[in-house]
Antibody, heavy 121, light 113 residues
Framework: EVQVMESGGGLVQPGGSLRLSCAAS????????MTWVRQAPGKGLEWVSV????????HYADSVRGRFTISRDNSKNTVSLQMNGLRAEDTAVYYC??????????????WGRGTTVIVSS | DIVMTQSPDSLAVSLGERASINCKSS????????????LGWYQQKPGQPPRLLIY???TRESGVPERFSGSGSGTDFTLTISSLQAEDVAVYYC?????????FGPGTKVDIK
């Protein structure tokens, strides 16, 4: 069964850092792009970042560029999101999503259940 | 950035009736190189993560009931539920993956009348 599972969420003070991880199983991980999408409380979906299967391309939403870094370890079937300089507006459920293919220009196929990040003093 | 809009914001449909949701992109998301529309539709039920229903604007994801269909091209797209079932109560989002940064529509809430 194809699965992705996020971890690492929590409460952090403004300006702080947090590292989210996503463990994948049930598919050839290195062949697929991986994406982070977030959802603020009671709000819609916001695309955050994507990394291609071989890590040759990464992209970010304007709202997080320069503060967040996406990376992956294909030997461990994991993708991570390093979040620095956190702001209150980063408070959200963060979803890890398996792409439909290795291309970043494709649909978002399998979603994890999400991990909650709360930025507050 | 490509802005995605959806209409209506919400709709209530009787069981067994048709529900249609519109999605419009601020720029064409049709690729001239492969004639694909880079659009997906997602369903999110309360307390659950989103689920992919449709990709390439009209290709149904494996396991998605046939009552869900997608249509449209260029900048105007529609998700149709041909016969609404109780389990279809959810928020539906469109998503463009043609141009970075990728973007979602604001969502349309579907309820039972």
């Amino acid at each position: 069964e194809v699965q992705v599972m996020e971890s690492g969420g929590g409460l952090v003070q403004p300006g702080g850092s947090l590292r989210l991880s996503c463990a994948a199983s049930g598919f050839a991980f290195g062949n697929y792009a991986m994406t982070w999408v977030r959802q603020a409380p009671g709000k819609g979906l916001e695309w955050v970042s994507v990394i291609t299967g071989l890590s040759d391309n990464t992209h970010y939403a304007d709202s997080v560029r320069g503060r967040f870094t996406i990376s992956r370890d294909n030997s461990k079937n994991t993708v991570s999101l390093q979040m620095n300089g956190l702001r209150a507006e980063d408070t959200a459920v963060y979803y890890c999503v398996k792409g439909k293919s290795g291309s970043r220009f494709d649909g978002l196929g399998v979603w994890g259940r999400g991990t909650t990040v709360i930025v507050s003093s | 950035d490509i802005v995605m809009t959806q209409s209506p914001d919400s709709l209530a449909v009787s069981l067994g009736e048709r529900a249609s949701i519109n999605c419009k992109s601020s720029q064409s998301i049709l690729s001239s190189s492969n004639n694909n529309n880079y659009l997906g539709w997602y369903q999110q039920k309360p307390g659950q993560p989103p689920r992919l229903l449709i990709y390439w604007a009209s290709t149904r994801e494996s396991g998605v009931p046939e009552r869900f269909s997608g249509s449209g091209s260029g900048t105007d797209f529609t998700l149709t539920i041909s016969s609404l079932q109780a389990e279809d109560v959810a928020v539906y989002y469109c998503h463009q993956y043609h141009s970075l940064p990728f973007t979602f529509g604001p969502g349309t809430k579907v309820d039972i009348k």
